[in-house]
């Protein structure tokens, strides 16, 4: 059971480039999210989904876009990667509205653009 | 906006020693769950609580939700170098999202 599995681990891009963050999930959840997490920052909600074919903003949108074209698919795209966008990336996916289950996250993606 | 603050930010301690982080709010949540945190992992699911005043044992981590169900905390008992990770508590609301504080790490010295 392999839970919730993020690729690549690690990247490192020039400021520019474009890369697509992949995140897969075995369990059937409805919600995915995208969080990015930085010192003192905390975790913060890029984007998510409640579905196949939806997506929506969360708390830190802007240079980051998304696509859920299968269910337990959530793809993250950086169209010109900034240095500001240098984070550690994780994927979340969760029943919805459920209490008592928590968020699954993935191992997360260390991203730096130089 | 729903904020979540967790104190004490950082804490260093000795194997041993018991300790408690405390998770506030202004708003009231749901439910609150924990997560822990290891270097190059992702968070990890501990517990949840969703009744106001509900305490929750896991071994030696007593997680209670506050009456109000604005706050939370996390008492451990006896740390030990494994319990050493960043902690993080997340409000639940009506919604599908959860707002997180920005967590303690916690060091635990043998």
């Known amino acids: 059971n392999a839970g919730v599995t993020q690729t690549p681990k690690f990247r490192v891009l020039k400021t520019g480039q474009s890369m697509t963050l992949l995140c897969a999930q075995d369990m059937n959840h409805e919600y995915m999210y995208w969080y990015r997490q930085d010192p003192g920052m905390g975790l913060r909600l890029i984007h998510y989904?409640?579905?196949?074919?939806?997506?929506a903003k969360g708390e830190v949108p802007d240079g980051y876009n998304v696509s859920r074209l299968k269910k337990q698919n959530f793809l993250l795209g950086l169209e010109s990667a900034a240095p500001s966008q240098t984070s550690v990336y994780f994927c979340?996916?969760?029943?919805?509205?459920?209490?008592?289950?928590?968020?699954?996250f993935g191992s997360g993606t260390r991203l730096t653009v130089v | 906006t729903q904020l979540l603050e967790q104190s004490p930010q950082f804490l260093s301690i000795q194997e041993g020693e018991n300790l408690t982080v405390y998770c506030n709010s202004s708003s009231v949540f749901s439910s609150l769950q924990w997560y822990r945190q290891e270097p190059g992992e992702g968070p990890v699911l501990l517990v949840t609580?969703?009744?106001?005043?509900e305490v929750k044992k896991l071994k030696r981590l007593t997680f209670q939700f506050g009456d109000a169900r604005k706050d939370s905390s996390l008492h451990i008992t006896a740390a030990q170098p494994g319990d050493t990770g960043l902690y993080l508590c997340a409000g639940g609301g009506s919604n599908y999202k959860l707002t997180f504080g920005k967590g303690t790490l916690l060091t635990v010295n043998p």
């Open positions: 609580v969703v009744t106001g005043g």
């Open positions: 989904s409640v579905g196949e074919g939806t997506t």
């Open positions: 979340a996916s969760s029943y919805p509205a459920r209490t008592g289950y928590g968020y699954t």
